[in-house]
């Protein structure tokens, strides 16, 4: 009997986080809820903006400088608003973070796939970069609006694009490689989404350019909203792309766990 107390008053000195329970991750969370919370937040941030301009302001946020009719607001007049530049950063702010962790796995996913070929080691730390840059292009014009200084914002908006597409055609190039030996059927559709949305987002950059050059030339009615439209899908594309780290990790999962060497036994 009295041993039996004297466990029972060892167990309830230790706490919760005694014995065995110390060694449990403390987070974890399979990588396919955690690219699709990642990609949501920012998805949610930019359909929140969009539908408030133009429910609340539409008159400012359709606003072109030549006062031609222009029926929908480009991304930049969305999130310079109040209270939508606030959602934004919000969303984009929270949504940062897990988009660094996703480009640091990529490359850690490629230095073990590619540990014997140095042109695809190189490319997978340009990569990297690339990745890096474009979120932090994304912080820079998120957080610095149109209305406040108007060159950081464009200078964020140039970073966050080149590195954008620079990074998907890195990865269609890492993937098309990794296709040549695949391992599990996954990977070949992983390539192939990729590519496809790669396709698709070049596609939408270049309608964009051009209406926004001939915009700026002509001042024709409507063309800025072509424009809009074609930087909705831009963005959507590039979500959509990102996405694709649903095929390429969805086994894996996310932890937050004691190291082995600082368990304590």
Known sequence: MPSTCCVDIYRMLQGPYGGLDKDKPLIRLPFTHFAVGTVLLALT??????????????????YTHCHVPNYLPSISASISLVPERYIWRCCIGLHSAPRYLVALAYFSFYWGRFARRRLELLLSGLALLCGLAENTGLLLLTYVASTETYSVHKNGFIVFIASSQLHMLITCWLWQVIKRHCIHPEEVTSYRWKLRIFMFNISCCIA?????????KYCESGIYTLFALCEYMVVLSNMAFHMTAFLDFGSKEVMVATRPEDKRY
Do not use: D
Not at 46 to 56: K, N, T
């Open 45 to 62: 941030g930019l359909l929140a903006c969009l539908a408030l301009s133009l429910l609340y302001h539409f008159e400012e946020s359709t």
């Open 208 to 216: 964009a350019a051009y209406f926004f050059i001939r915009h700026n």
